[in-house]
């Protein structure tokens, strides 16, 4: 069974296809869009660690779009390269441990309302699952592997903590971001975990059969010809 809840993500893009338009007739290269998205997502991790909640939201969702237009842009303009998606992808690693960084620094004791200390923990294996979902779809594409799998990927990711964030902010003691903070670190070791067995069921080779002996040919006594 194939878990890929990403599946509409290219129906979702359809409808942003008037504004991605915009980007590729700008001119601007696809490692510009790519730099400036991540400056948007560093500064949604400020943005947490000052405890600025909604700004912090509005820009992890506003980076994750400029995450989308990169490679729209690319694709549209002929402009894919080795270095880009290298390049894209390190900056996405980096600026999703700035973000949760900064989540983090809410429950350190320094904001007046997020106060459960033991939230550190799982702020910590929220970023750790995430950086393994990435590492393990990495490793499986460099086997040859499709391995775009699992329940919490990048873009499940960036859409529950802006909509957290943005649309609740420290309401309620931070329920929303809490409840979702511990949905993510559960989901994303869950999804990397899944994406081991799926890499595992399609490098299982069937044992090879033992390779048949060749039979000894008996000597042959030479037999004279009758004349």
Known sequence: MKIQ????????????????????????????????????????GVS???????LGGLLVLLGGLFDVI???????????????????STLDRISEVVV??????LYNGDYPTLGEPWMVYVVALALAGSLLVSYTRARAEGLGIDCRVGLMQRAERIL????ATLFFGSWENGVVLT??????????????????????????????????????RQAKSPVKESI
């Open 179 to 216: 409840w979702v903070m511990i949905a993510m670190a559960a989901l994303t070791n869950l999804t990397a975990l899944y994406r081991i067995y799926w890499v595992y069921r399609h490098t299982r080779a069937p044992a090879a059969p033992p390779a048949a002996t060749p039979k000894r």
């Open 100 to 105: 949760l960084l900064g989540v983090l620094s």
């Open 70 to 88: 990169d490679g729209y842009v690319a694709r549209k303009r002929g402009l894919s390269t080795l270095f880009g998606s290298f390049y894209d």
């Open 5 to 44: 809840p990403s599946a509409w993500r290219e129906q979702g893009t359809r409808l942003l296809n008037p504004l991605l338009d915009l980007f590729v007739r700008s001119g601007l290269s696809p490692n510009v869009i790519t730099t400036i998205g991540f400056l948007v997502t560093a500064g949604a």
């Open 160 to 163: 529950l903590l802006g909509i």
């Open 48 to 54: 947490y660690f000052f405890g600025r909640l909604q």
